[in-house]
């Protein structure tokens, strides 16, 4: 005996099968009504509506059996399921896979088997409508053709299920569902997008969602990313501010995707538009007093800052020695908050699309012995070396020169931060076709797999305790990321922990001649230099 083949896929195909929620379920006269047919039509003496499970089958419907399932080793419908056309088999006791299964030598005396698959909406093999006889026999072409048949008007009632099941949901899901044809012009509105937009069915019926729902301050560029999407027929996820039949506006997250007919062709087009308008408006507000509370903050800093230095100074006497240290730990505190402020101040304006670009096409080794200058008393301090290992000396690259030192230095001082005593930093820059690569390496604990994937959110810090040992805030790397993404770049890191880390950076090499003075990029911004607001 040969037990069936698993086929290709098989997790894929029992998922589908679960899906289909039709295992242990009751018996079911629509279903019935099609084997007790086939029984009738074949004259056999059983016919099944059988569902191959992982290691069983099981009888949706029966007719002639009385059991409810067998092992799937023993099944015909096993073998079935392997392929698409119907399997017959004219006399099991001479057939290699069967003549020795039990249920061909005893009970119920298989000779006879024929069983067309059957599949899920969307092409999984689920089982068979089979018929089973206790003498040999064959089918003619036109048997074959109707047992077939009969097989597809079982699909056709799971695809009803679905579609039943599926309506029901999207009539009762809060979240807005449109239908449209290829065209994109609304066939299907639920009482979820009634509920969001005030319009019924009839009002929108035949007509495109843009037309009708996007207006005045709807962004351009989301509503050329939709249809661009639409014409490709890809699917697409936006945030998008519509207006509602009273011209209310609203945000909504649409997430769209194509709608497939049975036999998994595009008919149209289904979006499930959600109400974001509440979390957007938190955002915004978030934004907002950031953005005031650190406006507020930095005003009375710098009497503060300013104060401590007037009494450094001398401005009230000469300090005794205990005050001194008072007024020096207080100094230290005015400039992390004063680092802090200006870093979440940053971080808003980049984040809001506030920062401006002065891009320029400059020469890649003055930028970097720009940035190694400008931090090599601060990697003396903690007795750590700075090297240049390697330059791409011709090199020039696509960029804004004091956004570019902003990341070097970023990323160089948290290198110098966490390098032991007595080690080096090591910078070395390499140039391809499309973009310069910039990375800094160096020799202190490395990064825990564990911080990776958080390592570019804001606030950030492996260890808590970094803010006072090493100073720092966590935006840091934030920051870099996002200036470097807006200057089309990409930022990312190696590291195994023990083993320093390597942090790099690529951007756009430029194209063509390029100036060569990476200060002439500082003062911005500049009167003859192109401005993008990003
Ligand atoms: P911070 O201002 O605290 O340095 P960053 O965003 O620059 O903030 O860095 C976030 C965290 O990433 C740091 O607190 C540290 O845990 C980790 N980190 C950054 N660079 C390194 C490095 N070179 N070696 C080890 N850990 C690092």
Request: hydrophobic letters at 40%.
């Amino acid at each position: 005996m040969q037990a069936p083949a698993i086929p290709a896929q098989e997790i894929e195909r029992l998922k589908a099968l679960r899906a289909s929620a039709l295992l242990d379920t009751p018996a079911e006269e629509r279903f019935d009504r099609l084997t007790r047919l086939a029984k009738r039509i074949f004259g056999s003496r059983i016919a099944l509506l059988s569902l191959v499970d992982a290691d069983r089958q099981w009888f949706k419907s029966r007719q002639g059996l009385a059991v409810p399932e067998t092992g799937r080793a023993l099944s015909f419908c096993g073998h079935a399921i392997l392929a698409r056309e119907i399997l017959e088999v004219p006399d099991a006791s001479q057939d290699p896979r069967f003549f020795d299964n039990p249920l061909v030598t005893g009970e119920p005396r298989i000779r006879f088997y024929a069983g067309a698959p059957v599949r899920s909406p969307d092409g999984w093999p689920l089982g068979t409508l089979c018929i089973i006889d206790d003498h040999p026999r064959t089918l003619t072409e036109d048997e074959r053709l109707s047992l077939r048949e009969l097989a597809d008007c079982v699909e056709d009632e799971l695809s009803t299920i679905d579609r039943r099941r599926l309506a029901s949901v999207a009539r009762q899901t809060t979240n807005g569902v449109v239908i449209t044809d290829l065209d994109g012009r609304i066939e299907w509105v639920n009482e979820g997008f009634t509920r969001l937009t005030s319009y019924g069915l009839d009002e929108v019926r035949g007509r495109s969602p843009g037309s009708i729902l996007q207006g005045a301050e709807t962004h351009s560029q989301t509503i050329t990313e939709m249809r661009t999407a639409l014409a490709e027929r890809s699917p697409f996820e936006v945030e998008v501010l519509n207006y509602d039949r009273r011209g209310q506006a609203y945000w909504v997250h649409i997430n769209c995707s194509q709608l497939l007919d049975a036999y998994g062709r595009p008919e149209g087009f289904v979006a499930i538009q959600s109400n974001i308008t509440e979390i957007k408006l938190a955002e915004r507000m978030k934004q907002e007093l950031t953005s005031t509370v650190s406006h507020e903050l930095r005003t009375p800093l710098t009497a503060i800052a300013g104060a401590i230095g007037l009494l450094n100074g001398g401005a009230a006497g000469v300090l005794s020695e205990p005050a001194r240290k008072l007024v020096t730990m207080a100094d230290k505190s005015t400039q992390r908050l004063r680092a802090l402020i200006d870093q979440l101040l940053d971080m808003e304006n980049l984040l809001a699309g506030k920062t401006l670009f002065a891009f320029e096409n400059l020469a890649l080794r003055p930028l970097l012995d720009q940035a190694l200058g400008e931090l090599q008393p601060f990697a003396e301090a903690h007795g750590v070396g700075l090297t240049l290992a390697a330059c791409a000396d011709q090199a020039r690259v696509h960029t804004d020169g004091a956004r570019f030192q902003q990341v070097l230095s970023n990323l160089l001082s948290n290198a110098i931060k966490f390098s032991p005593q007595g080690s080096d930093v090591a910078v070395s820059a390499t140039a391809t076709t499309q973009v310069i690569r910039v990375e800094v390496r160096d020799r202190g604990p490395g990064i825990d797999p564990e911080f990776h994937p958080h390592i570019f959110q804001k606030f950030a810090q492996a260890d808590a305790s970094d803010t006072r040992q090493r100073g720092g805030t966590g935006l840091g790397l934030a920051i870099t990321r996002e200036l470097i993404e807006q200057m089309h770049g990409r930022i990312g890191f190696e590291s195994s922990p023990g083993d320093g880390a390597t942090f790099w950076f690529e951007l756009p090499l430029a194209p063509g001649k390029a100036s060569p003075e990476p200060g002439a990029a500082q003062d911005r911004p500049g009167q003859d230099k192109p401005m993008f607001p990003n």
